[in-house]
């Protein structure tokens, strides 16, 4: 603990060069003893200063300090430590945690992020999904800002639910301001407030970015309510997908509107869309049924719940006809004679003459007596379900209701025995989902895995229209946008040269750590420079 503490105060929380050095000196403690005797091989020239005020007797306060205040800390080699955290990229080495963190093992979790300064139509959907989610006795990890995040940290306080604060400062440190109250209220009902930051560490906005990996790390998935394209949610977004998380989205209230041109993309390429709280519910219901309590849910809003009535058969029966689209007939209404072709109706009261003209419009008149005896004696279609419901005296609602219609049945001369025709449901893997392949090739022609199949005909169509251009134009085009000896300019480079890079390469060639590089991606992205594609895939933005 006290040379994990100790490597925290040379870089900072969230920074993946804390695993690279420990890696390349077998741990922990054995980086301490090379570093603290002047080996400054693997640390960058802008930490050096760090590594002088650094030591283990600040590592010692640090811990006693947090065993004063009630603050447990807990490093990645922990049994405490969230299992689900652990396996995502760059996890903290160090978790500083007030209250709870156990709810975590205990109950179901589930993100919720947001903006900020919501809008009216986000902070009643906000309500509604961190209502019914937190009815359902599960957690709700949120970043403790304002705006949604305050509505899933309140609704989970108010029905007594733990919930989840993760800070991007020190915990001494009261952001957003007078939230110490805020704080003491989630620790009661049973939550946990966490940071991976020392306690006395101010917000910056590298911090804000480093958080968000740890919202979505520590659920099964994230919900993502009233998100514009420049929100802030849309990083976590990101990361949750990079996790393999699952993901969510409120439907936009305008569809057409520009603003939420990302939100459309994410719903497009896979995300779940949310009306309502029964959204998320229905997704986790049949699978982690066990920890979540549905005594307030509508069962008959649960697309997995099956209920079986309790019926009697003449109930069936009539239940039978009306999933047919046919009248009951009472049994005490006068049956009236049938009308041969050329007969004329028999003379009844005015009453029955309206009767008998309903029953010649909905029931055509054999031109042949042997065609309709012929007809009488073959079982018709409601004798083969009143046969079922014989045998059968119990049925679901569900069974009734998918009764097969004339065209879909058949009845075998030979054996008498019902089939059905339905055509079957072809599955696609989730590993070939973008996977293209045209027909009568063995193998895929292009390979999607590492963009979306509407991006990839859109550069088709790019580069079949786009003339052959020289180098020199290309670098005269690319010095207007930024100056190329810039981090930013290099990798609207590479861009420019390959058309599509992903997080990973952008690192290798230009040599910047993961916390760099991601800062440098966000600020392009949010300038509408570059654009992130599901599959961890940048491109230029087609405005540039």
């Known amino acids: 603990m006290r040379y994990y503490i100790y490597l925290l105060q040379i870089f900072g929380g969230g920074n993946p060069k804390i695993y690279e050095i420990i890696r390349a000196y077998g741990s922990a403690k054995a980086v301490y003893e090379r570093v603290s005797k002047g080996d400054m091989t693997l640390i960058p020239s802008n930490r050096i200063e760090n590594v002088r005020k650094a030591s283990l007797d600040k590592s010692d306060k640090i811990i006693k300090f947090c065993k004063d205040n009630k603050i447990d800390i807990i490093t990645i080699d922990d049994k405490a430590y969230p299992v689900m955290l652990k396996n995502i990229y760059n996890p903290p080495t160090v978790l500083f945690v007030e209250g709870d963190l156990s709810c975590l093992k205990n109950h179901f979790s589930l993100s919720i992020v947001g903006p900020r300064r919501p809008e009216p139509y986000a902070?009643?959907?906000?309500?509604?999904?961190?209502?019914?989610?937190?009815?359902?006795?599960?957690?709700?990890?949120?970043?403790?800002?304002?705006?949604?995040?305050?509505?899933?940290?309140?609704?989970?306080?108010?029905?007594?639910?733990?919930?989840?604060?993760?800070?991007?400062?020190?915990?001494?440190?009261?952001?957003?301001?007078?939230?110490?109250?805020?704080?003491?209220?989630?620790?009661?009902?049973?939550?946990?407030?966490?940071?991976?930051?020392?306690?006395?560490?101010?917000?910056?906005?590298?911090?804000?970015?480093?958080?968000?990996?740890?919202?979505?790390?520590?659920?099964?998935?994230?919900?993502?309510?009233?998100?514009?394209?420049?929100?802030?949610?849309?990083?976590?977004?990101?990361?949750?997908?990079?996790?393999?998380?699952?993901?969510?989205?409120?439907?936009?209230?305008?569809?057409?509107?520009?603003r939420y041109s990302k939100i459309i993309r994410f719903l497009r390429d896979g995300a779940h869309p949310v009306y309502d709280f029964y959204d998320v519910i229905n997704e986790y219901y049949e699978t982690h049924k066990d920890k979540l309590d549905d005594t307030h849910l509508d069962k008959n809003r649960l697309t997995s719940y099956s209920r079986v009535s309790e019926i009697i058969t003449e109930?069936?029966?009539?239940?039978?006809?009306?999933?047919?689209?046919?009248?009951?007939?009472?049994?005490?209404?006068?049956?009236?004679?049938?009308?041969?072709?050329?007969?004329?109706?028999?003379?009844?009261?005015?009453?029955?003459?309206?009767?008998?003209?309903?029953?010649?419009?909905?029931?055509?008149?054999?031109?042949?007596?042997?065609?309709?005896?012929?007809?009488?004696?073959?079982?018709?279609?409601?004798?083969?379900?009143?046969?079922?419901?014989?045998?059968?005296?119990?049925?679901?609602?569900?069974?009734?209701?998918?009764?097969?219609?004339?065209?879909?049945?058949?009845?075998?001369?030979?054996?008498?025995?019902?089939?059905?025709?339905?055509?079957?449901?072809?599955?696609?893997?989730?590993?070939?989902?973008?996977?293209?392949?045209?027909?009568?090739?063995?193998?895929?022609?292009?390979?999607?895995?590492?963009?979306?199949?509407?991006?990839?005909?859109?550069?088709?169509?790019?580069?079949?229209?786009?003339?052959?251009?020289?180098?020199k134009k290309q670098e005269e085009s690319i010095a207007v946008k930024e100056p190329p000896e810039t981090i930013a300019g290099k990798i609207l480079d590479i861009l420019e040269r390959e058309e599509a890079v992903t997080r990973e390469k952008l690192m290798s060639l230009l040599g910047v750590d993961f916390a760099t590089m991601t800062e440098y991606l966000a600020d392009l992205e949010v300038d509408g420079a570059i654009t992130y594609h599901p599959g961890g895939v940048y491109t230029l933005s087609e405005e540039s």
């Open 123 to 258: 902070v009643r959907l906000g309500v509604n999904i961190c209502g019914g989610l937190a009815g359902c006795k599960i957690v709700l990890v949120s970043g403790f800002a304002d705006g949604i995040d305050s509505i899933a940290h309140t609704e989970c306080i108010k029905r007594n639910v733990p919930t989840v604060a993760v800070l991007a400062c020190g915990h001494t440190v009261e952001y957003p301001a007078r939230s110490f109250g805020m704080r003491a209220q989630v620790k009661k009902s049973g939550g946990a407030v966490i940071s991976e930051l020392l306690p006395d560490t101010q917000c910056c906005r590298e911090y804000f970015k480093h958080r968000n990996r740890i919202i979505s790390g520590l659920s099964y998935g994230t919900v993502v309510v009233g998100g514009e394209n420049k929100s802030g949610s849309l990083l976590t977004a990101n990361n949750a997908f990079d996790q393999d998380r699952d993901l969510f989205f409120t439907m936009p209230p305008d569809t057409l509107d520009g």
């Open 315 to 471: 109930e069936s029966y009539d239940m039978v006809d009306e999933a047919l689209g046919n009248d009951k007939i009472e049994s005490d209404e006068k049956q009236l004679p049938s009308v041969e072709e050329n007969e004329v109706a028999p003379e009844t009261p005015e009453e029955d003459f309206e009767v008998f003209c309903e029953k010649t419009e909905s029931e055509p008149v054999s031109a042949n007596k042997n065609e309709s005896k012929r007809q009488e004696s073959e079982p018709s279609e409601k004798d083969v379900l009143k046969e079922i419901v014989d045998k059968n005296t119990v049925l679901s609602e569900e069974t009734i209701k998918s009764a097969p219609s004339d065209k879909k049945i058949e009845l075998d001369d030979a054996s008498q025995t019902k089939t059905r025709h339905r055509k079957d449901k072809k599955t696609i893997p989730r590993e070939n989902r973008f996977v293209y392949k045209a027909r009568g090739e063995e193998k895929p022609s292009v390979d999607y895995s590492d963009g979306t199949p509407s991006f990839f005909r859109r550069k088709g169509k790019k580069d079949s229209k786009k003339s052959v251009s020289t180098d």
